[in-house]
Nanobody, 122 residues
Framework: QVQLVESGGGLVQAGGSLRLSCAAS????????MGWFRQPPGKEREFVAA????????VYADSVKGRFTISRDNAKNTVDLQMNSLKPEDTAVYYC???????????????WGQGTQVTVSS
């Protein structure tokens, strides 16, 4: 099992940056693919970024490509999401998730954090 706790959310102006972090506990973190998803207000949850267990492979949603960077530190059991050039449409609750395979599909992830709110003002 993997337990996940997100941090780093907050309020930022458009064009600004935030760094989200997800701290994981559990023996299987280092063999787990990790993903970030978000749920904008009144909308469905959507994929943001994912990274393989080794960190050697990453995938991004088109809407964040070139602005967001996912990374992981298996020694520290953390996965981060660096978000630059933030836009009001990035406003959402952001969730990290752990799963067996790197995927853009939320049901492929078995473990989820509680989420952290990101609000981007215009």
């Amino acid at each position: 099992q993997v337990q996940l706790v997100e941090s780093g959310g907050g309020l930022v102006q458009a064009g600004g940056s935030l760094r989200l972090s997800c701290a994981a506990s559990g023996r299987t973190f280092r063999s787990s693919a990790m993903g970030w998803f978000r749920q904008p207000p009144g909308k469905e949850r959507e994929f943001v970024a994912a990274i393989s267990w080794s960190g050697g492979s990453t995938v991004y949603a088109d809407s964040v490509k070139g602005r967001f960077t996912i990374s992981r530190d298996n020694a520290k059991n953390t996965v981060d999401l660096q978000m630059n050039s933030l836009k009001p449409e990035d406003t959402a609750v952001y969730y990290c998730a752990a799963g067996a395979l790197t995927s853009m599909v939320d049901h492929r992830y078995a473990y989820w954090g509680q989420g952290t709110q990101v609000t981007v003002s215009s």
